[in-house]
């Protein structure tokens, strides 16, 4: 399907050779920066396991450069997008001038073909959100079973990533699509507080958690882990089944009602305690990682406010 699109725009007018030209050079620019970003990340690695002062110093840099570069693609892709948007609008606005400028059959055929084409990518946008909340939802419940089922038969809370992490570090690191779903517009959420909540689990998962073997069997990991599964195994299947039409009235009020108790649960004797264990590492994040929750927080209770109103307003 992407490969008909890209190549009708080819063979269309001049327009659109500019506009696929610009999609290859953004596609290579991302692809330039997600290499960059692969060796960054390496040499972090390294330079945290090695455990030398200066390494880990040069550490604080390296990662200011990943975040500035993760800003570039994720600028790159709403430059993309409002081209694209660009791009079908003049298209369709051509056709329907030409459509009514002549009662040929052609330019009637050319307007359809748009509508059809604008119609078609709306319904892709939502069967490939639906198709990946679906995913993330199964995910999350598959791991909220495996730490559960692993404390009721070890009767201990400290296996939470022994017994399934790797599965928590996909799902996590796959959810950066999230930001790009902002960036290029298909989920009205923005980019900057999806950004902020990747980029603190992230760092609490791949950078302490899964580094520090000190603090894996912490029981802040399993308070932490059983907060985020519960939240998503909520979050993405109202999502799914917003995507349909068809989100019963208890997910939503289990959407917008839930995060009270188990974000403050989450953060708290979850992330931040895991930091406090990890101090030697992140002294300086523990003092800045309040307000980034605090704002997370706040936004999720504006998100919640904002909600009920619109369904006040509905009935």
Same mark, same amino acid.
């Given at each position: 399907?992407?490969?008909?699109?890209?190549?009708?725009?080819?063979?269309?007018?001049?327009?659109?050779?500019?506009?696929?030209?610009?999609?290859?050079?953004?596609?290579?620019?991302?692809?330039?920066? &997600?290499?960059?970003?692969?060796?960054?990340?390496?040499?972090?690695?390294?330079?945290?396991?090695?455990?030398?002062?200066?390494?880990?110093?040069?550490?604080?840099?390296?990662?200011?450069? /990943?975040?500035?570069?993760?800003?570039?693609?994720?600028?790159?892709?709403?430059?993309?997008? !409002? !081209?694209?948007?660009? =791009?079908?609008?003049?298209?369709?606005?051509?056709?329907?001038?030409?459509?009514?400028?002549?009662?040929?059959?052609? =330019?009637?055929?050319?307007?359809?073909?748009? /509508?059809? $084409?604008?119609?078609?990518?709306?319904?892709?946008?939502?069967?490939?959100?639906?198709?990946?909340?679906?995913?993330?939802?199964?995910?999350? #419940?598959?791991? /909220?079973?495996?730490?559960?089922?692993?404390?009721?038969?070890?009767?201990?809370?400290?296996?939470?990533? #022994?017994?399934?992490?790797?599965?928590?570090?996909?799902?996590?690191? =796959?959810?950066?699509?999230?930001?790009?779903?902002?960036?290029?517009?298909?989920?009205?959420?923005?980019?900057?507080?999806?950004?902020?909540?990747?980029?603190?689990?992230?760092?609490?998962?791949?950078?302490?958690?899964?580094?520090?073997?000190?603090?894996?069997?912490?029981? =802040?990991?399993?308070?932490?882990?059983? +907060?985020?599964?519960?939240?998503?195994?909520?979050?993405?299947?109202?999502?799914?089944?917003?995507?349909?039409?068809?989100?019963?009235?208890?997910?939503? $009020?289990?959407?917008?009602? +839930?995060?009270?108790? &188990?974000?403050?649960?989450?953060?708290?004797?979850?992330?931040?305690?895991?930091?406090?264990?990890? &101090?030697?590492?992140?002294?300086?994040?523990?003092?800045?990682?309040?307000? $980034?929750?605090?704002?997370?927080?706040?936004?999720?209770?504006?998100?919640?406010?904002?909600?009920?109103?619109?369904?006040?307003? $509905?009935?």
């Amino acid at each position: 399907m992407e490969g008909d699109i890209f190549s009708g725009l080819g063979n269309g007018t001049p327009g659109d050779g500019k506009v696929l030209q610009t999609f290859n050079k953004s596609f290579g620019q991302v692809q330039d920066i &997600l290499d960059q970003n692969r060796v960054l990340i390496n040499e972090i690695n390294q330079n945290h396991e090695s455990k030398v002062p200066d390494n880990l110093s040069r550490n604080v840099g390296l990662i200011r450069e /990943l975040n500035n570069n993760i800003r570039r693609v994720v600028n790159l892709y709403a430059d993309l997008s !409002s !081209s694209f948007t660009r =791009s079908v609008e003049s298209s369709s606005e051509g056709e329907l001038a030409g459509g009514l400028s002549s009662d040929g059959k052609a =330019s009637q055929k050319r307007y359809r073909s748009g /509508l059809s $084409l604008a119609l078609t990518m709306s319904q892709l946008s939502k069967l490939y959100l639906f198709t990946y909340n679906s995913l993330q939802a199964f995910g999350w #419940a598959v791991y /909220l079973f495996l730490i559960l089922s692993n404390f009721l038969l070890s009767n201990s809370i400290n296996a939470a990533y #022994a017994s399934a992490g790797e599965i928590i570090c996909l799902l996590q690191a =796959s959810s950066f699509l999230e930001v790009v779903h902002g960036a290029i517009g298909i989920v009205p959420s923005g980019v900057l507080f999806p950004l902020m909540q990747w980029g603190g689990r992230t760092f609490v998962l791949l950078m302490i958690v899964r580094k520090i073997d000190e603090v894996q069997e912490s029981p =802040s990991v399993f308070i932490c882990f059983v +907060a985020w599964s519960l939240s998503e195994v909520i979050r993405y299947p109202y999502y799914a089944l917003n995507c349909i039409g068809n989100c019963s009235s208890w997910i939503t $009020l289990l959407r917008y009602t +839930a995060f009270l108790v &188990l974000y403050p649960i989450g953060l708290v004797p979850g992330e931040m305690w895991l930091m406090y264990g990890a &101090l030697p590492y992140i002294k300086v994040l523990l003092v800045c990682y309040p307000f $980034l929750g605090l704002n997370l927080y706040l936004y999720l209770l504006k998100r919640s406010r904002l909600s009920k109103r619109r369904e006040k307003k $509905l009935k």
